[in-house]
């Protein structure tokens, strides 16, 4: 019998949620995810997907299961994961597959307890007996086990299923989160820094889909600048799915500002027209919130009074997942969703070719509204948002090159 992958889901996202809406985006999700790879299919069943890799041989079974797991590791609305043999619903050959397909796991361990679950209550044995039974022929497989209920290091799960009963020995954790797209689309500011491609990974387990818009002043900024953040979407498809990008051109507007309006407030205007910018874009691909990766304090223009300027042009939520993260827990995520390296990488963004000597800390919306009125910006900002170029970054595409 196959070897295949059970994924749970649990009971307790679904609360609130639609669970169909939840499990069709998880499994299509999850199918994306996997497309690269080989095929597969698919089944679902009391709050647990299972996949199965269409093969003949043991081998290429073995090898997509080693190679799906890391990706469905990554994969939002997944709470575990388990590799599992599949088998007959009957005693004997449950007790025989298990000896076989555990053996490597329980010659590796010292103690053990079995568990089982059984939905369909015509099979002819209860749970306690499956256990008493199975424990001790595994027992009697395995003489240098004993038996832990409390602290095993190796817990056997037998579940009895409708078709088929699954025995498995590891259960992994999954990324948790609800599947990309269950809560509707939201526009990120993507920098080249550390911070926002966080804010995309918080923001994409709440299940929002992610697209990316980068502000890019050629000639002052390079076009590996650029290149670096397209590396970053790239980098964050495993986790976010496909992503749309838009790199909008900010040269001119960066220009006007730096010659009609005060340097100490370049940095909160420049944000409040990136604001503006992003949430047309936004509006026109139904977007229903704006992303960034600013965290209070941070830098000048993540002061509150900063926060509320750039906030008086949003027309929508705008949304701050690192708003009270250190730094220091910032970088571990960063590092643990793989864009760190990238990140540090040190390529010029066009917030600090622009910088103020002295930014203005506490600004009023009142002086801020009126230095911005010493240019026309609604014009330029028109242009930036029709000149902006879009880009997909496909997820199993992506993932194939890497
Ligand atoms: P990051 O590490 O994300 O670059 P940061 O600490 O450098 O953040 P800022 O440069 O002040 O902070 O940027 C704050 C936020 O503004 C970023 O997290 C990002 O969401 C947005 N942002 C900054 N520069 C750009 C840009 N060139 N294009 C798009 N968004 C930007
Ligand atoms: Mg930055």
Redesign the pocket.
């Known amino acids: 019998m196959r070897e295949i992958i059970l994924v749970k889901y649990g009971e307790m996202a679904l609360k609130g949620l639609n669970r169909s809406t939840f499990e069709d985006a998880l499994l299509r999700n999850i199918r994306y995810r996997l497309k690269a790879l080989g095929k597969f299919s698919y089944a679902k069943a009391q709050s647990t997907i299972y996949i199965t890799p269409e093969t003949d041989t043991d081998e290429v079974c073995a090898e997509l299961i080693d190679k799906a797991m890391p990706r469905l590791k990554k994969v939002f609305g997944i709470a575990a994961l388990c590799r599992a043999r599949e088998c007959e619903k009957d005693f004997a050959k449950i007790a025989e597959q298990a000896v076989a397909y555990l053996h490597e796991t329980l010659t590796a361990a010292k103690t053990f307890k079995v568990e089982a679950k059984r939905s369909d209550k015509a099979f002819p044995m209860k749970s306690p007996e499956i256990c008493r039974e199975l424990g001790g022929i595994l027992l009697e497989a395995n003489p240098h086990l004993t038996v832990n209920v409390t602290e095993p290091e190796i817990t056997v799960t037998v579940e009895i299923r409708d078709t088929h009963a699954y025995i498995h020995a590891a259960r992994e954790k999954g990324a948790g989160g609800l599947p990309v797209g269950t809560a509707g689309n939201a526009m990120?500011?993507?920098?080249?820094?550390?911070?926002?491609?966080?804010?995309a990974y918080m923001m994409a387990k709440r299940g929002l889909r992610i697209t990316?818009?980068?502000?890019?002043s050629p000639p002052y900024?390079s076009e590996r600048a650029r290149m670096k953040?397209e590396t970053l979407c790239e980098k964050l498809t495993p986790w976010c799915g496909s992503m749309a990008f838009y790199c909008?051109p900010?040269t001119e507007i960066q220009e006007e500002l730096q010659r009609n309006c005060p340097e100490e407030f370049f940095?909160i205007l420049m944000?409040r027209l990136?604001m503006e910018i992003?949430c047309k874009l936004a509006e026109r691909d139904q977007c229903g919130a704006i992303?960034?990766?600013?965290?209070l304090g941070?830098?000048a223009?993540?002061t509150l009074p900063a926060l509320a300027c750039t906030d008086a042009v949003a027309t929508m939520p705008v949304l701050r997942p690192?708003i009270g993260m250190d730094k220091v827990e910032i970088v571990e995520i960063s590092r643990k969703i793989d864009t760190f390296e990238t990140?540090i990488q040190p390529y010029e963004?066009?917030?600090?070719v622009f910088t103020p000597r002295h930014p203005k800390l506490r600004p009023h919306l009142p002086e801020i509204e009126e230095a911005q009125a010493a240019v026309d910006f609604a014009p330029m900002i028109e242009k930036a948002v029709a000149n902006a170029e879009k880009k997909i970054f496909a997820q199993h595409i992506s993932e194939a090159n890497m």
Not at 188 to 198: M, T
Not at 212 to 216: E, N, Q, S, V
Not at 349 to 352: A, P, R, S, V
């Open positions: 990120l500011l993507l920098s080249g820094g550390i911070d926002s491609p966080v804010a990316a818009c980068h502000f890019a900024t953040v909008v900010f940095t944000r990136m992003a992303i960034t990766g600013e965290s941070q830098v223009s993540q690192l990140s963004d066009c917030c600090t």
